[in-house]
């Protein structure tokens, strides 16, 4: 089997986290529901605090989790499961083995009967831990579009173990048609954007306990309009206002001092994209705000309703604007060094 290299141990790690973090009643609640339920799933865009919120749940509770963070070279099944099983076993040191042995005898061409099989497997072993066991999958769009780990978890969702909660944290929704049935169920936990991000007396808390600056509440509420209560671009104008002279300079000229915002962003998101993306979003980057008119006529594009809405569904939008045919760009000039 191709899943013969050494597995790269840090990813089956639960990230550090620092105390000084701000823990969230809301959240909190939303997290312990996570083994209430057979399936948790928590969506949003880059930096909005999906990981973090995970790491501190687990912290806090001193939960015993599985933890995986998946990155884009496992986006095939043999190399997923391999991670999967060194997961469960970092608590469970005997789970595996057959699951293991099958895979071992497998090749790169994988049948459907062999996914039957490798599901079979890993379901009936965990049906041998006498206990609660979370999976937690962090960053599942790494693999988002490997077709037989699709197969693989609709095939597990359909039968899970009782005592199995699985945990998914993506920038992008799964499309299991098994969700709509789990949903109907009240078998889904979901953790949206709307849940992570920050409210006015949340950035207030996070600026002084966190990075010891206060500001007044005007400025809150230009920083709060600016962010969106986006953690990771609170953090990081909180970063910077020590280099500066007042807030007031910062807010004046956000976009300048969110540079290292949009770096991370453009590393982080954009140069993940299939090339088409890319070249659309490349294209486009002179607009703030994108609407199929523009790309349409202005630009002479085609179908791009279809781009639109690929993009919504990715999360580039800060914001989607009247329905799912124009946004405000994550990726806009002004705002960024793309294009
Ligand atoms: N509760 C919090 N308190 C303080 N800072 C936070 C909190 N949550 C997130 N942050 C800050 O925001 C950054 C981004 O958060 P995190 O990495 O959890 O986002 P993410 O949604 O997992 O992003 P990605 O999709 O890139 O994995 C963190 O590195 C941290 O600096
Ligand atoms: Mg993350």
Known sequence: ??????????????????????????????????????????????GYGKSTALALHVKDQNQSCCWYTITSSDDDILPFLSYLTAAIQTLFPNFGHELIT?????????????????????????????????????D??????????????????EHMPGHLHLVIATRTKPGWRVLAKLKARNELNEVSKTDLIFGKEEIE???SDFHQISISGDQLDQLYNITEGWVIAIGMIAQRLPHLQSLDELLAEPAKSLEDLFQYLVYEVFSK????????????????????????????????????????AKNLFIQQIGGSSSGIMLFSANSSRIG
Not at 1 to 28: C, E, F, N, Y
Not at 140 to 154: D, G, K, M, P, T
């Open 1 to 46: 089997m191709q899943g013969t290299l050494p597995l790269i141990k840090t990813k089956l790690i639960v990230p550090g986290i620092q105390d000084q973090w701000i823990r969230r009643a809301k959240l909190s609640k939303k997290m312990k529901a996570i083994t209430e339920k057979p399936l948790t799933i928590i969506q949003a865009g880059a």
């Open 102 to 138: 099958y895979m071992k005898k497998m090749d790169r061409y994988i049948r459907e009967e062999e996914l039957s099989m490798l599901s079979s497997l890993f379901i009936n072993e965990t049906l041998q831990i006498p206990e609660k066991i979370i999976v937690i999958l962090d």
């Open 140 to 157: 599942f769009q790494a693999i988002e579009h490997s077709y037989h780990i699709n197969v693989w978890l609709e095939k597990l969702l």
């Open 205 to 207: 808390l996070l600026l």
């Open 273 to 312: 994209q299939p090339p088409m993306i890319q070249q659309f979003l490349e294209q486009t980057s002179i607009f703030e705000e994108l609407s199929t008119d523009v790309c349409d006529h202005i630009l002479g594009m085609n179908g791009s309703i279809q781009m639109l809405e690929q993009l919504t």
